[in-house]
């Protein structure tokens, strides 16, 4: 298996403009989760998907954030219009189903906001 | 917001000696798990207690848990250069996935 795959790795863009980040997580995983990583605040859930719902999206910072899952083996994660303070590492991860409690990370996106 | 404070923030030890760090959280829990964080790279499980245990073995690690302390804590035996990473403590409040990662403890394990 590949394992959780985030696209772009890195990001370096103009504040103001579109950021979409994009995860696959493991197939027949049915959960999916964004994270953000940043020195001040560490790692921050901000939005989760159980069979492709959004279930829990109270992470996520404001309204220029929003995540969608079209399909089981796909999410977004989009910024607009992006801000400088919204540099950080973006990760993506999966989960199996409810018997397996362990999260399984992807590489992460590295964006920076100019 | 951040459930687990680590300590200490940062280790740094020899070779063959052993690591130990150090969790706290602030609420009842379903579970704590421990994650490794390579520098640059994704994080990885390494280990769950769940709440009604209070120690568990997986290979050179060893993670206890006092729920009466809301503390948790991650032993490494006989460490390895290549043990190097950062190490997180997360909580699971619910038992329905939403973890909440601790500000973590960087190990730096010298040859």
């Known amino acids: 298996d590949a394992g959780v795959i985030q696209s772009p790795r890195h990001e370096v863009t103009e504040m103001g403009q579109e950021v979409t980040l994009r995860c696959k997580p493991i197939?027949?995983?049915?959960?999916l989760f964004w994270y953000r990583q940043t020195m001040m605040r560490g790692l921050e859930l901000l939005i989760y998907?159980?069979?492709?719902?959004?279930?829990?999206d109270s992470g996520m910072p404001e309204d220029r954030f929003s995540a969608k899952m079209p399909n089981a083996s796909f999410s977004t994660l989009k910024i607009q219009p992006s801000e400088p303070r919204d540099s950080a590492v973006y990760f993506c991860?999966?989960?199996?189903?409810?018997?397996?409690?362990?999260?399984?990370f992807g590489p992460g996106t590295r964006l920076t906001v100019t | 917001s951040q459930q687990g404070e680590e300590d200490p923030q940062a280790l740094s030890i020899q070779e063959g000696e052993n690591a130990t760090m150090n969790c706290s959280y602030k609420?009842?829990?379903?579970?704590l798990q421990w994650y490794r964080q390579n520098s640059g790279r994704g994080l990885v499980h390494l280990i769950l207690?769940?709440?009604?245990?209070r120690e568990k073995h997986s290979g050179r690690l060893r993670v206890t848990l006092d729920t009466s302390k809301k503390s948790s804590s991650l032993l490494i035996t006989a460490s390895r250069a290549a043990d190097t990473a950062s190490y997180f403590c997360?909580?699971?409040?619910?038992?329905?996935?939403?973890?909440?990662f601790g500000t973590g403890t960087r190990l730096l394990v010298s040859p």
């Open positions: 991860a999966s989960r199996g189903d409810r018997s397996s409690y362990e999260q399984y």
């Open positions: 997360a909580t699971d409040n619910t038992g329905f996935q939403k973890l909440v």
């Open positions: 207690i769940r709440s009604n245990e």
């Open positions: 998907f159980n069979n492709n719902v959004p279930i829990d």
């Open positions: 197939s027949g995983h049915n959960s």
């Open positions: 609420t009842s829990i379903n579970n």
